[in-house]
T-cell receptor, first 113, second 112 residues
């Protein structure tokens, strides 16, 4: 298995632009997570999907952030408009429901100038 | 609310020496406890986990951790460090079915 695949690996954009991060979970996994990692706040859970349905989005910082999971093999995290304080590494992770082991992608390094 | 504290931001250790990373948690019930490792440019990889039973847990890459309820600790240890162990290590507490609360991480540098 290729593991959790995230794209792009690096994204540099200007303030105000729309940013879309992509994630392909491991086949057969029905739970998907988006995390954000910063030096100041460490790892934070942004949103959790189960069977493509958002279960908990309480970690989404504000309305500029949105996440979708149109099918079991694809999820996006969108920031519109982006701001410099959104600069961070964004991780996607997946697992089978009931199996506690989370598999993480390699992350997307986002820099908003 | 639950919290996880990793008191050491950065640890430097000589290759072949032992390593211990500290983790303290605050949680009302018996938590699920995890240690993850993040190598540069990589995602997080699970090293080991504790749910119940034997309080000394063996993980991958020669790591082990001991759950001490009286001290609310879950420290990670390795008897002999290899250069490839240089990475960032995260302790995490599992809350409910899906929420993981992560510590701030400890960066490990291995010197020759």
């Amino acid at each position: 298995d290729a593991g959790v695949i995230q794209s792009p690996r690096h994204e540099v954009t200007e303030m105000g632009q729309e940013v879309t991060l992509r994630c392909k979970p491991i086949s057969g996994h029905n739970s998907l997570f988006w995390y954000r990692q910063t030096m100041m706040r460490g790892l934070e859970l942004l949103i959790y999907f189960n069977n493509n349905v958002p279960i908990d989005d309480s970690g989404m910082p504000e309305d500029r952030f949105s996440a979708k999971m149109p099918n079991a093999s694809f999820s996006t995290l969108k920031i519109q408009p982006s701001e410099p304080r959104d600069s961070a590494v964004y991780f996607c992770a997946s697992r089978r429901t009931g199996n506690e082991k989370l598999f993480f992608g390699s992350g997307t390094q986002l820099s908003v100038l | 609310a639950q919290s996880v504290t990793q008191p050491d931001i950065h640890i430097t250790v000589s290759e072949g020496a032992s390593l211990e990373l500290r983790c303290n948690y605050s949680y009302g019930a018996t938590p699920y406890l995890f240690w993850y490792v993040q190598s540069p440019g990589q995602g997080l990889q699970l090293l080991l986990k504790y749910f119940s039973g034997d309080t000394l847990v063996q993980g991958i890459k020669g790591f082990e951790a001991e759950f001490k309820r009286s001290q609310s600790s879950f420290n990670l240890r390795k008897p002999s460090v290899h250069w490839s162990d240089a990475a960032e290590y995260f302790c995490a507490v599992g809350v409910d079915d899906y929420k993981l609360s992560f510590g701030a991480g400890t960066t490990v540098t291995v010197r020759a």
